[in-house]
Protein backbone atom coordinates (compact mmCIF):
# COMPACT_ATOMS: atom_id res chain seq x y z
CA UNK A 1 0.00 0.00 0.00
CA UNK A 2 1.36 3.25 -1.35
CA UNK A 3 1.63 5.72 1.68
CA UNK A 4 2.70 9.43 2.43
CA UNK A 5 3.88 10.00 6.00
CA UNK A 6 4.52 13.80 7.20
CA UNK A 7 6.58 14.80 10.00
CA UNK A 8 8.13 17.74 11.31
CA UNK A 9 5.52 19.92 12.62
CA UNK A 10 5.15 21.63 16.21
CA UNK A 11 5.24 25.03 17.60
CA UNK A 12 7.33 27.73 16.97
CA UNK A 13 7.74 31.20 17.78
CA UNK A 14 7.03 33.79 15.18
CA UNK A 15 10.76 34.38 13.10
CA UNK A 16 11.58 30.31 13.99
CA UNK A 17 12.50 27.82 11.52
CA UNK A 18 10.72 24.23 11.20
CA UNK A 19 11.90 21.41 8.61
CA UNK A 20 9.38 19.18 6.95
CA UNK A 21 9.85 15.84 6.19
CA UNK A 22 7.28 13.59 3.57
CA UNK A 23 8.11 9.80 3.85
CA UNK A 24 6.73 7.73 0.87
CA UNK A 25 6.83 3.94 0.80
CA UNK A 26 5.63 1.71 -1.35
CA UNK A 27 6.26 3.69 -4.39
CA UNK A 28 7.46 0.52 -6.17
CA UNK A 29 4.12 -1.24 -5.75
CA UNK A 30 2.91 0.86 -8.00
CA UNK A 31 5.22 0.04 -11.13
CA UNK A 32 6.68 3.87 -10.59
CA UNK A 33 8.95 4.66 -8.31
CA UNK A 34 9.43 7.75 -6.50
CA UNK A 35 11.27 9.97 -8.96
CA UNK A 36 8.43 9.72 -11.67
CA UNK A 37 5.81 12.03 -9.16
CA UNK A 38 5.21 15.26 -8.88
CA UNK A 39 5.56 16.20 -5.57
CA UNK A 40 3.73 19.09 -3.28
CA UNK A 41 3.22 20.90 0.13
CA UNK A 42 -0.37 22.04 1.15
CA UNK A 43 -1.83 23.54 3.58
CA UNK A 44 -4.99 24.26 5.30
CA UNK A 45 -5.62 27.02 8.24
CA UNK A 46 -8.54 26.86 10.12
CA UNK A 47 -11.55 27.43 8.61
CA UNK A 48 -9.91 27.74 5.57
CA UNK A 49 -9.21 25.73 2.08
CA UNK A 50 -6.53 23.86 1.66
CA UNK A 51 -4.27 25.63 -0.14
CA UNK A 52 -0.61 24.53 -2.23
CA UNK A 53 2.27 25.86 -0.52
CA UNK A 54 4.83 25.09 -2.83
CA UNK A 55 5.35 21.85 -5.84
CA UNK A 56 8.28 20.19 -7.07
CA UNK A 57 8.80 18.70 -10.80
CA UNK A 58 10.11 15.61 -11.47
CA UNK A 59 13.30 17.90 -12.20
CA UNK A 60 14.84 19.35 -8.85
CA UNK A 61 14.93 22.81 -10.91
CA UNK A 62 11.09 23.08 -11.33
CA UNK A 63 9.53 25.03 -8.70
CA UNK A 64 6.92 26.55 -7.83
CA UNK A 65 5.96 29.04 -5.04
CA UNK A 66 3.08 30.63 -3.07
CA UNK A 67 3.23 34.04 -3.55
CA UNK A 68 2.98 34.34 0.50
CA UNK A 69 6.32 32.23 1.45
CA UNK A 70 8.43 32.64 -1.78
CA UNK A 71 12.26 33.67 0.27
CA UNK A 72 10.85 32.30 3.53
CA UNK A 73 10.60 28.62 2.28
CA UNK A 74 12.30 26.15 0.46
CA UNK A 75 11.61 22.84 -1.41
CA UNK A 76 13.75 19.46 -1.97
CA UNK A 77 13.68 16.53 -2.87
CA UNK A 78 15.45 13.13 -2.30
CA UNK A 79 14.70 10.78 -4.86
CA UNK A 80 17.57 8.22 -2.95
CA UNK A 81 15.45 8.08 0.72
CA UNK A 82 11.81 8.59 -0.96
CA UNK A 83 11.71 11.68 0.70
CA UNK A 84 9.91 15.20 0.48
CA UNK A 85 11.30 18.34 2.11
CA UNK A 86 10.15 21.79 3.12
CA UNK A 87 12.34 23.90 4.75
CA UNK A 88 10.67 26.83 6.37
CA UNK A 89 12.29 29.52 7.80
CA UNK A 90 11.29 33.03 9.51
CA UNK A 91 7.68 31.73 9.92
CA UNK A 92 4.46 33.73 10.35
CA UNK A 93 1.46 33.12 12.85
CA UNK A 94 -0.44 33.05 9.09
CA UNK A 95 1.62 30.08 8.35
CA UNK A 96 -0.35 27.80 11.07
CA UNK A 97 -2.24 25.10 9.80
CA UNK A 98 -2.03 21.32 9.03
CA UNK A 99 0.68 20.54 6.08
CA UNK A 100 0.09 18.25 3.65
CA UNK A 101 2.03 16.15 1.11
CA UNK A 102 0.81 14.90 -2.47
CA UNK A 103 2.28 13.20 -4.94
CA UNK A 104 1.09 12.65 -8.37
CA UNK A 105 2.03 11.38 -11.87
CA UNK A 106 -0.94 11.73 -13.88
CA UNK A 107 -1.48 13.99 -16.94
CA UNK A 108 -3.58 16.04 -14.93
CA UNK A 109 -1.39 18.93 -14.41
CA UNK A 110 0.86 20.97 -16.97
CA UNK A 111 3.19 22.63 -14.73
CA UNK A 112 4.20 22.55 -11.42
CA UNK A 113 2.24 25.63 -10.62
CA UNK A 114 -1.00 24.04 -11.88
CA UNK A 115 -0.45 21.26 -9.18
CA UNK A 116 -0.45 23.86 -6.28
CA UNK A 117 -3.02 25.80 -7.56
CA UNK A 118 -5.37 22.92 -9.12
CA UNK A 119 -4.64 19.87 -6.38
CA UNK A 120 -7.26 20.62 -4.37
CA UNK A 121 -9.77 20.84 -6.89
CA UNK A 122 -8.47 18.06 -9.33
CA UNK A 123 -7.15 15.51 -6.63
CA UNK A 124 -3.70 14.11 -6.68
CA UNK A 125 -2.89 10.61 -7.11
CA UNK A 126 -1.66 10.24 -3.09
CA UNK A 127 -2.55 12.26 -0.25
CA UNK A 128 -0.29 12.00 3.37
CA UNK A 129 -2.27 12.54 6.64
CA UNK A 130 -0.61 16.14 7.51
CA UNK A 131 0.81 17.49 10.19
CA UNK A 132 0.12 20.60 12.72
CA UNK A 133 2.12 23.62 12.49
CA UNK A 134 1.59 26.19 14.53
CA UNK A 135 3.25 29.56 14.95
CA UNK A 136 2.49 31.59 17.92
CA UNK A 137 4.46 33.97 20.83
Known amino acids: QVQLVESGGGLVQPGGSLRLSCSAS?????????????LGWFRQAPGQEREGVSCIGRRENDLYYADSVKGRFTISRDNAKDTLYLQMDNLEPGDTGVYYC?????????????????????????WGQGTQVTVSS
Open 102 to 126: AADRSPRFTTVQHMCDKAQILGTDY
Open 26 to 38: NFSLNRFTFNYYV
